[in-house]
């Protein structure tokens, strides 16, 4: 079974350019889930989504993030205009579906894009 | 709210000593409990979990029991590997099924 997979791996911007990333989550699974780790940090919730609808994006800077999942499948999270402080690595995680207990909120990780902001 | 401890790192020991890294958490009701773990260079991967009080979650030789009366969920493992240096996150899920992270501990196994 294939994975979570993220592009690119790796980027390196200036501040107040634009990026955006890129999330392939396993066949199959309704709950995609964007985060953002910063060095030395656990994982941060940025946004949530349900199929194409968004669970949570409490935590999402709506200023300059944005992300959407418009067939329910990929997902891309964009940063625009980018700030020094958005340099981190850009988690894409999926699971099965929200349900209590069992696997089937197992969160399944990418190898993530890690940002550079000059 | 609902919060995850765990004790700072970095972490170094020499191959074959014994593990123990500790989680506590700070919930309402009964979440389930998680360790993941982050090789150098890659995503995080699940180690093990549980979903109840008094589970005790296993794999790759590591091992975790859900403790309620103490709210922990200490990562302990007998005999440490070089390939087992990597960064160890515990985490639960909150009642909207989203993981609550602790900070991470680097964990380095010495030769």
């Known amino acids: 079974e294939a994975g979570v997979a993220q592009s690119p791996r790796y980027k390196i911007i200036e501040k107040r350019q634009s990026v955006a990333f890129w999330c392939n989550p396993i066949?199959?699974?309704?709950?995609l889930y964007w985060y953002q780790q910063i060095l030395g940090q656990g994982p941060k919730l940025l946004i949530q989504?349900?199929?194409?609808?968004?669970?949570?994006d409490s935590q999402l800077p709506k200023d300059r993030f944005s992300a959407e999942r418009l067939k329910g499948v990929d997902s891309t999270l964009k940063i625009q205009p980018a700030k020094l402080e958005d340099s981190a690595v850009y988690l894409c995680?999926?699971?099965?579906?929200?349900?209590?207990?069992?696997?089937?909120?197992?969160?399944?990780f990418g190898a993530g894009t890690r940002l550079s902001v000059l | 709210g609902n919060s995850v401890t765990q004790m700072e790192g970095p972490v170094t020991l020499s191959e074959e000593a014994f593990l123990t890294i500790n989680c506590t958490y700070t919930?309402?009701?009964?979440?389930?409990l998680f360790w993941y773990v982050q090789y150098p260079g890659e995503g995080l991967q699940l180690l093990l979990k549980?979903?109840?009080a008094d589970d005790k979650g296993s794999n790759k030789g590591f091992e975790a029991t859900y403790r309620k009366e103490t709210t922990s969920f200490h990562l302990e493992k007998g005999s440490v590997q070089v390939s087992d240096s990597a960064v160890y996150f515990c985490?639960?899920?909150?009642?909207?099924?989203?993981?609550?992270w602790g900070a991470g501990t680097k964990l380095i196994i010495k030769p």
């Open positions: 989504f349900q199929n194409n609808g968004v669970v949570d």
């Open positions: 985490a639960l899920t909150d009642s909207n099924y989203q993981l609550i």
């Open positions: 549980a979903t109840k």
């Open positions: 066949s199959g699974h309704a709950t």
């Open positions: 995680a999926s699971s099965l579906r929200l349900a209590e207990g069992g696997s089937s909120n197992i969160q399944y």
């Open positions: 919930a309402t009701g009964y979440p389930s």
